[in-house]
């Protein structure tokens, strides 16, 4: 799998994506709100109806912690 990258606002479903990646033994990146991009760049990335975490799989971008749990299933990651 290619390196994973989250989006996160440091919230409890943010520390369970890192958690999955790390059960996974996923390389991954980690971007902060507030550190490493502010909250009107994400509303430009991802919509204003996005929530923490966003998650990217190389260059494609998967969506919620919901939404990359059903692809990693999809793909017989899980």
């Not at 994506?17 to 991009?37: H, T």
């Not at 502010?38 to 190389?58: H, M, N, R, S, T």
């Amino acid at each position: 799998m290619n390196l994973a990258i989250i989006y996160s606002n440091q919230s409890q479903e943010c520390d369970r994506a890192i958690a999955l990646m790390e059960s996974l033994k996923q390389q991954y990146v980690l971007y902060v709100v507030g550190q490493d991009f502010d909250p009107e760049q994400f509303v430009k990335e991802f919509g204003p109806e996005a929530e923490y975490p966003q998650i990217a799989l190389g260059y494609e971008h998967i969506g919620s912690l919901k939404e990359t749990l059903q692809h990693l299933q999809a793909n017989d990651v899980l």
